[in-house]
């Protein structure tokens, strides 16, 4: 599984990405997947019900993309909350179960 973070020059998450499955165990059984994907979509949920733009969110079967788009200063920093949490969730597993199973990726965000 892989977790990219997109993050600006001041070190604000704008975007994130999860693909792929972990392999821990058989699907349905994953914890691994499971957690990530628990963490993940409460993440979207969150954003989507406190900000006033909702992100830009695209699902596929084993595939997430969330990007914050034409949002406020003060709504950007406040979703930080959530998606720093999110990130910190996700890093504790990968410490538990091992970089095998999450492989997590920083990326410099820039605008178009």
């Not at 909350?81 to 091992?98: C, D, H, P």
Request: one cysteine or more; glycine letters at 8%; charged letters at 25%.
């Amino acid at each position: 599984m892989r977790f990219i973070v997109w993050a600006d020059e001041q070190g604000r998450i704008r975007e994130f990405e999860l693909s792929g499955h972990a392999g821990f165990a058989e699907e349905g059984s994953d914890i691994v997947c499971a957690g990530v994907s628990a963490l993940s979509i409460a993440t979207v949920n969150g954003l989507e019900h406190f900000l006033s733009v909702a992100p830009r969110v695209q699902e596929e079967d084993g595939h997430l993309t969330c990007e914050l788009l034409e949002i406020k200063e003060q709504e950007l920093e406040s979703a930080q909350w959530i998606l720093q949490t999110m990130t910190l969730g996700i890093e504790q597993i990968q410490m538990t179960y091992g970089q095998d199973y999450i492989f997590i990726d920083r990326r410099r965000w820039t605008p178009c």
